[in-house]
Structure formats: C-alpha cells, structure tokens
C-alpha cells in the first residue's frame, strides 16, 4: 500500500495558476511500478479523473476538460507527484485527489477502480 497525501490547494482568481503536490510514502523502487492519477469532486458531483501518469513507462493522459492547462509530473527520487494547473476557471472550484495504483498495462487510466490508494484531497478554489 501507498499512503499519500495532497497539498498546494489555496484560493486563486481565475486565469491563475497553482501546483499541487502528491507525496507518497513509498520506496523508489515500488513507486516505478505505479500509475498516478488526478481526480477531482466539486460540490454535489461525482468524482472524474483528469489526468494519470504511468511511472512503468512514463505516459501519460489528460482528460478534455483540463488538456492543455494541467500538467502533471513526477519525481521519482522524492517520491512526489504535481499537477501544474495553469489558466484556472471557476469550474476547476473542487476537492483534487491524488491516488496510486498497480498497473498490468501500458499506460494509464482515469477510472476510480484503477487505483486503490488514496490521499485525503486538497481544496481548489477558482474565483470568477
């Protein structure tokens, strides 16, 4: 198991930028063997993923929503994981979740069942 735990969330106006940052109590060696997602869950919605990172072979995904304004990435020696949000919009307003799981395929995925470790989630909030 991994135990992970969000940080960075804050208040930011729209058009702002914020990292956030996914630390993982795990060794080097385990973490490689892990994808890494994003999910996010706004007030009275469900859960989306929106971005994963396969530590196997380094790809990666964003879901449409977020294409082209979040990156994520990772350090392996810190065993850290961030999610570069750039152009943030008031729809971004959620609780994001940083979660980690065994992977038997190349790349990775944005469904919940992919992932049985999660951090605790760190609020986003995006003022219009």
């Known amino acids: 198991e991994v135990h992970l735990v969000e940080s960075g969330g804050a208040l930011v106006q729209a058009g702002g930028s914020l990292r956030l940052s996914c630390a993982a109590s795990a060794s080097r060696l385990v973490f490689e063997d892990y994808i890494i997602g994003w999910f996010r869950q706004a007030p009275g919605k469900d859960r989306e993923g929106i971005s994963c990172?396969?530590?196997?072979?380094?790809?990666?995904l964003y879901e449409s929503p977020v294409k082209g304004r979040f990156t994520i990435s990772t350090d392996n020696a810190k065993n850290t994981v961030y999610l570069q949000m750039e152009n943030l919009k008031p729809e971004d307003t959620a609780v994001y979740y940083c979660a980690a799981g065994k992977t038997a395929f190349p790349g990775c995925g944005t469904f919940s069942y992919e992932y049985d470790s999660w951090g605790q989630g760190t609020q986003v909030t995006v003022s219009s």
């Open positions: 990172v396969s530590n196997v072979d380094g790809r990666t």
